[in-house]
């Protein structure tokens, strides 16, 4: 893993967190004990999904640079659509509160994917490889 993928996973990671967490408790507050297994739930969902969506894109990109916006369209896509998967799976489901996981689900998601833009945009990368790639002639 690159320095700079590190520090836009762990940037995205530091904003959805305490998003998850507020949501979580919200969803306890208001909906009892099944919105605290529907905020816990949606927080595991964004957690994992996003952050392999990292890992892949990372994975993707690590040999080939110029593939990077194809790739994260792709990435995105695909997270967005298993989320929604996930969802149509579990939407009759009694287990949790579905209106507390879909909303902590918005949110958490939201908050990750606005803390890897802010991550990027404000994170300085070389757009240059600092090291000559030939030896200085002597």
Same mark, same amino acid.
């Given at each position: 893993?690159?320095?700079?993928?590190?520090?836009?996973?762990?940037?995205?990671?530091? +904003?959805?967190?305490?998003?998850?967490?507020?949501?979580?408790? /919200?969803? $306890?507050? /208001?909906?009892?004990?099944?919105?605290?297994?529907?905020?816990?739930? $949606? +927080?595991?969902?964004?957690?994992?999904?996003?952050?392999?969506?990292? *890992? $892949?894109?990372?994975?993707?990109?690590?040999?080939?640079?110029?593939?990077?916006?194809?790739?994260?369209?792709?990435?995105?896509?695909?997270?967005?659509? %298993?989320?929604? +998967?996930?969802?149509?799976?579990?939407?009759?489901?009694?287990?949790?509160?579905?209106?507390?996981?879909?909303?902590?689900?918005?949110?958490?998601?939201?908050? *990750?994917?606005?803390?890897?833009? !802010?991550?990027?945009?404000?994170? !300085? %990368?070389?757009?240059?490889?600092?090291?000559?790639?030939?030896?200085?002639?002597?």
């Amino acid at each position: 893993m690159q320095q700079n993928d590190a520090r836009i996973l762990r940037g995205a990671a530091y +904003v959805a967190a305490p998003v998850g967490v507020v949501a979580t408790v /919200l969803s $306890a507050v /208001l909906a009892g004990e099944k919105g605290l297994l529907g905020g816990l739930m $949606a +927080v595991l969902v964004v957690g994992v999904f996003f952050a392999f969506g990292s *890992w $892949a894109l990372m994975t993707m990109t690590a040999e080939r640079p110029q593939i990077a916006m194809a790739a994260g369209m792709l990435v995105y896509a695909v997270q967005i659509l %298993m989320i929604g +998967v996930f969802i149509v799976v579990f939407k009759d489901t009694t287990l949790f509160s579905g209106k507390a996981f879909g909303l902590s689900l918005l949110a958490t998601a939201l908050s *990750w994917v606005g803390g890897q833009v !802010r991550q990027s945009l404000t994170s !300085r %990368m070389l757009y240059v490889d600092p090291v000559p790639s030939v030896p200085p002639a002597e």
